[in-house]
């Protein structure tokens, strides 16, 4: 079992978030049409909705925005 995902640098966990995170922006930015993704993340954070590793993935990449590949 990988602890850390070689493209990401995460753990398995949180890679398999970070995915779905961005896929999801995908499906927003198709939607909402011209979207950053600082307001995307900002957008994913404030919904109740949210899961708690999906909410800290996103706190994570609004603080690193560099690591959004």
């Not at 079992?1 to 961005?22: F, P, Q, S, W």
């Not at 993340?41 to 109740?48: D, E, G, V």
Request: some cysteine.
């Amino acid at each position: 079992m990988k602890i850390v995902d070689t493209i990401t640098g995460l753990c398995a966990n949180h890679a398999e978030v970070y995915r779905r995170v961005k896929d999801t922006y995908s499906l927003w930015f198709a939607a909402y049409g011209n979207l950053t993704t600082r307001d995307f993340l900002k957008r994913l954070i404030a919904l109740p909705e949210t899961g708690q590793l999906a909410r800290e993935m996103a706190e994570f990449l609004v603080r690193n925005p560099e690591r959004w590949k």
